[in-house]
């Protein structure tokens, strides 16, 4: 998710950067990446739900206070996770559409 999308960040006008999470099938928090302005405040909430194993569902009910870094996490985490394969297929369904109409137009 893109850091310009956390209100903080835009509060600060340092709106570079994003932020995203892997999420295991147990609804867990495998892995998490902040690149932007008060990374280190998202690292260390998600940091303490992957020490209590908590799901990420835990963080996005949260009532975080405003405007925050951490409150950014309500919308990483909004919609539930797709599975890789399910990204690259419709991914690839829609290259291959593209491409079938790029080509329909060279015609």
Known sequence: MPMANVLRARTLSET?????????????????????????????????AMIGRLPYTSLRDAIWTHPTAAEGLIGLFANPPTSPRSNTASSSHVEIDELKTAQAMQR
Request: proline content about 0%.
């Open 16 to 48: 570079r950067g994003f932020m995203k999470a892997l999420i295991g099938n147990d609804d867990r928090i495998l892995g998490f990446t902040a690149f932007g302005v008060e990374g280190s405040e998202l690292m260390a909430a998600v940091q303490t």
